[in-house]
C-alpha cells in the first residue's frame, strides 16, 4: 500500500465533533444571523452588492431577477438559487420590510402566503433607501475579503448609513442559535442614535421616551411596555400583538366586525380560513359570515354577525383563539467581532454609531488623501502658470518628455507628478478664466483639506458629521408610526354566552352513574312527567336538576374529590334515552361514586359557602370561590379520615341550623356559624360524637320553628316530629335521641338502623328502594307526627327477610 493511500486511526466523536463545530461556525457566521453593524445576513449583502456592482440602482430601469440571483450566485454565494432568489423576494415585500431594499416590478407574492413568481418573470432594482446602506462603499469604508474562488472581492460589511438591524428587524435560525428582532420606526432608531451621541450615558429609560417600541410594517396595537422595556434591557421579551379592529352598525340592528390591520408575520388567507372555521363548526354562536374584502385600498377583512349577536363578545373570542391576536418574543442577537451575542438596544445602537465611526473616519482618510493629491497639483500648475514663459522655454530646449519632466523637477523645484500635470496641460487651461478657476479650486481644496482634518483630530466633529447625515435620511425616507403601543396586555375573558347558546335544559344522573342533559322541547314532547325519563332496569334517577346550558355544575364525590362539569359540555339525549355513563364525561374512579350535584351560576357570589358532612361526623365549611378550576380533573374537595366517606354537600349562606341524624338514633342541632371557614383540603371539624359502631346517615338545614324531622328505618318505619324538639346545642356533642328502636322476643321490630332523615315543610314524595329489588313510592304524610322517642309506622311493607336499602326523593314536577 502506497504512502498516500494509508489512512490514519480517529475517534467518530472527535471527528464528528470537529466537523460540526465548523459546520455550525458557518451557519451562525455566515448564514443565518445578521451582523450588528448592517443588519444584514451574508446574502442579503451579496444580493445588495451585486445589484449595485451591476449599475442596477433607483435611476435606471428594472433588470430581470434572474440576472442578478445569476450574479449573487456566480460571483459571491455558491448556494443554490432558490435561497438566493427567496432572500431577494422578502427584502421586495413591503408587509415584511418596514423599508424594503429591493424595488420590485411584477408579481412578488401576497400577505396570502402566495409565493412570488419565477424570477424569470420578475424584475428588481435597488430602492432608494439600500443606497444608503451602500453609500460611500467605494471610498475604502468598509473592509473587503475574497470572494470564495478568489476571482474578485466582496464586503465584509456595508457602510449602512442608517441603523437598519432595527429599522428592518430580522428572523433567522442557525445552530445553536436564534435571532427575532422587530422592525422598527426609522424615525426613532435615529433620533435614539443622535441621542446616544449627545449622551454616552443615557439611560435605558431615557432612550425608551424616543424609542417607544417596534414598529410593524403591518400596523396592529402592541401590547406590554414592560416586555419592550425587558427586552430592550437583555435582548429577551414578550408583547403581544393585536389587529386592528372595529364594530361597525349595519341595516337592521345588526352589527359586523371589520379588521383593517393584523399582527406581524400572519398569513392573512390562514387567519380568515380560521375564522370561518370556528363559523362553520358554530365554536362561537353569532358568526353570519367571514369575508375578506382586501383589493387595492388596503386590507379589510369582514365578521357579519347575526342579529342580537354579542359583538365584543365575539371579538374577544376571535381574539383568543386566532392570530388576531399574537404573542411575539424578542431574541435580539446578532454577529459582533465574528461571534454571536445577545444584546439590548443600547448596546446595538452603541455598536452601530462605533461602526459609522469607522466608516466616517475611512471615508474622511480617503478624501484626504485625494484632496492633498489635488492640491499638490493645483499647486504646481498655479506656480507654473505665473512663471509659464520660463517654463515654456524650459520644455521647448527639452530633448523629449522625460528630458522636459527632469529639467522642470531641476530648474523650478517641481515634484514629478507637478511636472508630469504641466507637460499635460492643455493650451486652452492658459487663458485667464482658466488660470482664475485654477486659482479658485486651489483655495476650494484647502479649505475641503482643512475641514477633513478637523473631522479626523476632533471626536465632536466627527460625531456632528455623523449626526448631520443620519438626520438627513431621517428627514428623507421617515415615516409615522404604524403600529400603536398599549402599555398594560388586556386580559382576554371570554363570555360562555359568545361560545353557548343560554338554554333552560334538564340535566338528569342516575343512581347507576348515568347522565345526561334534555332539552325542554324533548322533555314536553314525551308528555312532560319525570317518572317517564329513560332509565336501564332496576335504575333510577337520583337528581334531577333544571339549569342553564351556561351554567355550571358542582359534582363531589363520596371519596372526597370535586369536579367542575360546565353543563354545556354534558352530552345531550333525548328524554326517552338513557344517556351515558358518567366515567366518559368525569374521570371518575370505578369504585366513586357522585354523593351530591350542585348547579352554580357564578363562583364570585359572597357570602356562600360549600358545607361537607361526612359518615363519621365531620362537618366542613368552605368558600365556594375555592372550588373554581379550569381543570378536567377532580380537585380534593375534604381531606377524609380512614373507612370515611362523605354523605352530602350542599351550597349554604351561612346563616341556618345544621341537623344531623346518625344510623343509631341520634340526631343533633347546631349553628352553622360554629364551624369556621376552612381552606379547599381540610378534614373540617367534629359534627357529633359517635359510638364506634354508629355512623350519620343524614343531614338536614333547618331554620326556625316550623317543619318536622321525619325519619324511616331500615324495615320501613317512619315517624315524624316537629322541629321544636330538636334544641339548638353547641357543635360536638353526642346529641339527642330521634326514634326508639323496638327490642324484645315478642316484640315487632321497626328496624335496627336508620336509613334517612329529612326536614319536611310540604309532603315529600319518597321511592323505597328495596334490597330484593323492588321499589314502593309513598308521601311523608303516611307518618303521623310523633314525640321524638317514638318507634315510628310501617309506612314501606315489606316481606320476610326484606329491607329497605335505599330511599330517594322523587324529584318534583318541573
Known sequence: MSTSEQHLPAFLEEVVGDRFGRYSKYIIQDRAIPDVRDGLKPVQRR????????????????????????????NYHPHGDASIYEGMVRMAQPWKMAHPLVDGHGNWGSMDDDPAAAMRYTEARLSSIAMELLRDIDKRTVLFKDNFDNTTKEPVVLPSRYPNLLVNGVSGISSGFATEIP??????????????????????EQLMQVIKGPDFPTGGIIMGEEGIKEAYRTGKGRIYIRAKTAIEDMKGGRQQIVVTEIPYQVVKSKLVTAMETIRIEKKVEGIAEVRDESGRNGLRIVIELKKDADAQGILTYLLKKTDLQVAYSFNMVAIINKAPKQFGIKEMLEAYVEHQREVVTRRSQYELEKAEDREEILEGLVKALNILDAVIETIRASKNRQDAQKNLIDKFGFTERQADAILTLQLYRLTNLEITSLEKEL?????????????????TKLMNVIKTEIIEIRDRFGIDRRSAIQEEIEELKVNLEVMVTPEDVLVTLS????????????????????????????????????VNTIDNLLLFTQKGLSFLLPVHQIPEYKWKENGTAIVNVIPIAKEDRIVSVIPIKTFDEPGKSLVFVTKRGQ?????????????????????LGEQDEVIGVRLSDNTK????VTKLGMSIRFKEMEVNPMGRAAAGVRGIQLRDEDEVVAAEWVEGEEGEIWVVSDLG???????????????GGKGIITFEFKEGKRVKPNGSVLQEAYFVKHALRLTAILKSGGQHTFSTEEASIEDRKSTGKSVVPLAKGDSVAVIVKRPSPV
Not at 445588495?48 to 456566480?74: C, F, H
Not at 435614539?192 to 443615557?202: F, M, N, S, W, Y
Not at 341550623?657 to 344531623?660: A, D, P, R, V
Not at 318505619?717 to 357543635?731: C, E, H, I, N, T
Request: aromatic content about 6%; some cysteine.
Open 47 to 74: 444580493i445588495l452588492y451585486a445589484m449595485y456592482e451591476a449599475g442596477n440602482t433607483p435611476d435606471k430601469p428594472y433588470r430581470k431577477s434572474a440576472k442578478t440571483v445569476g450574479d449573487v450566485m456566480g
Open 183 to 204: 422592525t422598527h420606526n426609522l424615525r426613532e432608531v435615529i433620533d435614539a442614535c443622535v441621542a446616544l451621541i449627545d449622551d454616552a450615558d443615557i439611560s435605558l
Open 443 to 459: 483655495k476650494d481644496v484647502q479649505k475641503t483639506i482643512q475641514y477633513l482634518r478637523g473631522i479626523l483630530s476632533s471626536r
Open 511 to 546: 343512581q347507576d352513574g348515568y347522565l345526561k342533559r334534555t332539552s325542554m322541547l324533548s322533555f314536553t314532547r314525551s308528555g312532560g312527567e319525570i317518572e317517564s325519563s329513560g332509565v336501564k332496569e332496576t335504575d333510577f334517577i337520583r337528581h334531577l336538576l333544571e
Open 619 to 639: 362537618v366542613k365549611r368552605t368558600e365556594l370561590k375555592e372550588y373554581q378550576t379550569n381543570r378536567s380533573g377532580g380537585l380534593v374537595a375534604i381531606k
Open 657 to 660: 341550623e345544621i341537623l344531623l
Open 717 to 731: 318505619y317512619a315517624k315524624s316530629s316537629l322541629l321544636l324538639d330538636y334544641p339548638v346545642q353547641g357543635r
